[in-house]
């Protein structure tokens, strides 16, 4: 078996002690292009990674990481909206403060969500009730096997609460290299959600934008500083029946609609109510602040964050009868893996 060389540690925000035989930047077509083909010809593994900001790596990848660095911005105005087309790696918030800058209007609640472009669209990212499938058009994804391009258009790719279609491609045929977002020239800031509604109508987008982000800043930690993957879990969706039932003995969980029969509860306040704020396993930790967030202290191993995890996942089963799905996606030895069967 070829040696594992090259250290993973920088290049996602856990900072876990992982390794992968190669790990090769792809900053052009022509990058891509022969990666790809080297990899084919020694039959290899391969994963494309945007800034490993969403990410668990529960062992050594045994094979190359195709860093995704694609970059690109082209905006062409139209009566009544602006179109941008987005290469994947681009980083996301960096787009958000580019366009606000410029007079764009519309992602501000988004502000401060790490990672790249092409991981937005996978993850469906959202925040303070904004969603990434709101703005898209299409993505764009390169098909490997037939060397060609396609637009997925935003009915196609299936988008859900942190969720899309996109994740279950075959990620040795599909790589996304682009997105299309539309951004409404009629601009109404979205200030419905949380810490937000306390805030006047006639904010400005620069406003709302900062206060985003000192609000993210305030309430998560910095990965550059403590690594972490953000929202471990995703807030579950449940019927409010159950929830209902829920309420008779906790009449002070958190929940937001979803629709006419759903609701969505805060996870953060499930595991707080469990005790687990501080609790650790080894160097990984739930955050003192944000309950919703696994961290680094230092020196964690993947089977630190596993295990922690795991336990997480039973207190609030035995607890509430809630079952917490992983929002950060697992990553095993030869690529993804299930994230359920692995905390299971």
Not at 182 to 198: D, F, I
Not at 276 to 302: C, E, M
Not at 307 to 329: D, M, N, Y
Request: proline share 5%; hydrophobic share 45%.
């Amino acid at each position: 078996m070829p040696s594992l060389t090259n250290s993973l540690r920088d290049y996602h925000t856990f900072a876990l002690p992982v390794w992968a035989q190669q790990v090769i930047c792809i900053d052009s077509m022509d990058a891509l292009w022969t990666a790809y083909q080297q990899v084919q010809r020694v039959k290899q593994p391969f994963l494309w990674l945007g800034e490993g900001s969403n990410t668990l790596f529960c062992k050594n990848f045994q094979g190359s990481v195709f860093l995704m660095r694609l970059k690109g911005l082209q905006i062409t105005e139209q009566a009544d909206a602006w179109h941008l087309r987005v290469a994947a790696g681009e980083n996301w918030h960096q787009l958000v403060c580019n366009t606000v800058c410029q007079g764009i209007p519309g992602l501000e609640n988004l502000a401060l969500i790490p990672g790249s472009v092409g991981a937005a669209a996978l993850q469906n990212i959202g925040a303070y009730g904004v969603e990434f499938q709101q703005f898209c058009r299409y993505v764009e994804l390169l098909d490997l096997q037939r060397q060609q391009l396609v637009r997925l258009p935003t009915s196609a790719c299936q988008f859900v609460y942190r969720d899309s279609a996109l994740k279950r491609l075959d990620q040795s045929r599909w790589v996304i290299t682009a997105v299309e977002l539309v951004l409404p020239k009629a601009w109404l800031p979205c200030l419905t959600y949380g810490e937000l509604k306390s805030l006047e109508t006639n904010i400005s987008p620069q406003a709302l934008l900062e206060q985003v982000c000192a609000i993210r800043q305030k309430k998560l930690p910095d990965p550059r500083l403590l690594g972490n993957a953000g929202s471990f879990f995703k807030n579950p969706v449940m019927s409010r029946e159950p929830l209902n039932q829920l309420l008779l003995r906790y009449p002070e969980l958190t929940y937001y609609p979803v629709d006419q029969h759903r609701v969505k509860v805060a996870a953060a306040g499930l595991i707080e109510r469990c005790g687990l704020k501080a609790f650790r396993i080894g160097d990984a930790a739930v955050h003192q602040q944000q309950a919703l967030v696994i961290v680094n202290l230092g020196q964690a191993t993947p089977e630190h964050v596993i295990t922690l995890a795991k336990v997480i996942r039973q207190q609030v089963i035995q607890q509430f009868t809630v079952s917490l799905e992983p929002e950060v996606c697992f990553i095993g030895s030869a690529g993804p893996i299930n994230a359920l069967e692995v905390l299971a």
